[in-house]
Nanobody, 114 residues
């Protein structure tokens, strides 16, 4: 059974940075295109960044230029570096394949507030 464990969230002031990590176990991680999703209160979960097996990346307009998704297949881990954080980035961040093939993990809370 695949397990996804996210970490790295926290409380940060506007303009700050965070690096989120998602470790996957129980699967051939390198076989999948992976994504970072976020869900803010009152909103549906949405994809904000994705990375293919080969390392090509795409971003939602809301984070473009401020986010970088990377992956380390040897460690079965995908990362999301977020810079110049804004209050509207406040959400629970989760990872999954781009088709949401696996059960969701707990996610990691990111709160951007002064």
């Amino acid at each position: 059974q695949v397990q996804l464990v996210e970490s790295g969230g926290g409380l940060v002031r506007p303009g700050g940075s965070l690096r989120l990590s998602c470790a996957a176990s129980g699967t051939m991680f390198g076989n999948y295109a992976m994504g970072w999703y976020r869900q803010a209160p009152g909103y549906q979960r949405g994809l904000v960044a994705a990375i293919t097996r080969g390392g090509s990346t795409t971003y939602a307009d809301s984070v473009k230029g401020r986010a970088t998704i990377t992956r380390d297949n040897a460690k079965n881990t995908v990362y999301l570096q977020m810079n110049n954080l804004k209050p509207e980035d406040t959400a629970i961040y989760s990872c999954n394949t781009v088709n949401a093939d696996f059960s969701w993990g707990q996610g990691t809370q990111v709160t951007v507030s002064s």
